[in-house]
């Protein structure tokens, strides 16, 4: 880990622990770090001649938080550089770089890119479960629509039989719809199930 910076000193002196930091400090005990970084290593890029990629564990716990929060690319930066206890999580402080969110977006691109992204949300949430800490207290239920050309095609000339066209508002879509269930207290993601975007949001409750 990087030297502390005085705002994280400061902070390490405060006496009351909110909420989101004691949901942390158990995410630390019960997540199989070892075992996830493991299972990434040999995909994520390895230092070279050009710019030192951020350690994989650090990347992987900014993915979980922005995962556990319900974050944007930019708003997960954001809140590294204004919420000491997702910094210090993450293993960052404010006197070393902290990843832009470009660098947030490629991380996740490249677990999506080999199948690893659904596979560690259901591995910590089944250790969440072993431990007593399901999130399910109640659960919110959201969709977001994957937009995807309304020309994609596959390299048979076909368009992604997966993909349908759906109307919101007055909008068409065409693509995929990522079904979302968030604990209704603390507003952390525990299940993503994705479907056409013809998919109506009531029939995927029962996946969340």
């Known amino acids: 880990m990087s ?35 493991a299972l990434i290593e040999p995909h994520y890029p390895k ?3 050009g710019r030192k990629p951020y350690p994989l564990e650090t990347m992987l716990r900014i993915h979980l938080l922005q995962n556990w929060f319900s974050l944007s690319d930019p708003a ?12 210090q999580f993450a293993h960052l402080t404010l ?21 690893l992204a659904s596979g560690i949300l259901e591995t910590i949430n089944n250790y969440l479960q072993d431990k007593g800490l399901s999130l399910r207290q109640g659960t919110i239920v959201d969709a ?13 000339g076909k368009r992604d039989p997966e993909m349908h066209q759906t109307k919101k508002g007055n909008q068409y879509f065409f693509g995929m719809k990522a079904h979302i269930g968030a604990d209704a207290e ?4 525990h299940h993503v199930h994705g479907t056409a975007a013809n998919v109506a949001d009531v029939t995927e409750v029962a996946h969340l």
Do not use: C
């Open 186 to 189: 603390s507003g952390l993601v």
């Open 144 to 156: 977001t629509i994957i937009h995807a050309p309304s020309s994609t095609k596959n390299k048979e």
């Open 76 to 87: 997960m930066e954001e809140a590294l550089y204004e919420i000491t206890s997702m910094r």
């Open 95 to 115: 006197s070393a770089p902290i990843p832009e969110d470009t660098t947030i977006m490629n991380f996740r691109h490249l677990l999506e890119k080999h199948q």
């Open 3 to 37: 030297q502390m910076s005085f705002s994280d000193f400061e902070y390490a002196g405060k006496r009351k622990q909110t909420r989101r930091e004691r949901f942390l400090a158990e995410m630390e005990q019960v997540v199989p770090w070892s075992g996830l970084v």
């Open 47 to 49: 230092a070279g001649g």
